[in-house]
């Protein structure tokens, strides 16, 4: 039985328990307390002062965690163990020519396939994780021991790394104001910062699936009629934020960040034809963000470096 637990933005792990659902009270990004019930049915909410769209009641940390511990989560990533390098591959390649010298931290490594790959471009590489399931992967099949548990709970003093990526973890954690913070903390001064997340609320895909619900099509029952997303847990994610380049903006300016990129980021992971239409698809989308400065694509991708 879920029952729900009304909370700030600074109590946040005393206060959650496994089984129960969270309310948020206050915006993560402005702090501010007009909160706006977008679609009560799929629990998703939108801060009045700046436009930041999360989940409302949603899933405890516990939850989360629980959720990408489940030992066959990854298995789907092995069997595309060879599209996922050159996934890999395609984010080390726009994120190299911002690196600094020296050591990388990749939050929320997953099965530590991109540290696997990035190794050679950095003196050290280190990587936090939540799911005990990619841990034992990271460590059986790449044999890299990653740190388990969140980068807040990271015993590491101030300025302790060159590079830090956030690759689709943003979405996924109950406070991503005090993440970044956090990652502003642990960086050295003209140290870089890579995020990269869903564009949930603007993209093409999330209108269709939108349309599909409010037209009644089967395919599209398990969207929101509003936004496009489904539920957080009816899918292969759990996700808390669904943030727009605007709303990221802001967050990565009031962690006394510079913004040094934004663009897309190449997340598709296929092969053969598919391969071919999902990179004219993001070819397609550069051009628009190049020429018309929107992003209607799948996802967003920032690099930020610390003053
Ligand atoms: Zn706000």
Redesign the pocket.
Known sequence: MLTDLAIGRNNLSERTKRGKMEVVLS??????D?IQKLDPKFNFCR??????VFDSPRPSVDEVANFYSQPAKYDSWLKEERARDALWQRRLRKLLPHRAEGNLLDIGAGTGQFLHHARPFFTEITGTEISQSAIRIARERYGIELFAGQAEELDMAACSFANITLFHVLEHVHDPVRLVSRCSELLRPQGILAIAVPNDVLAWSSAIKKIGKQLGLKPFQKFSPVLGISRAGTSREIHLSHFTPA?LRQLVKNSGMTLVEESIDPYYVSSGIGLLADSTYYALHRILQAVLKVNYYNTLWMIARKP
């Open positions: 915006c993560n990004v402005c702090q501010s007009r801060c009045h002062s700046c436009g930041y709303v």
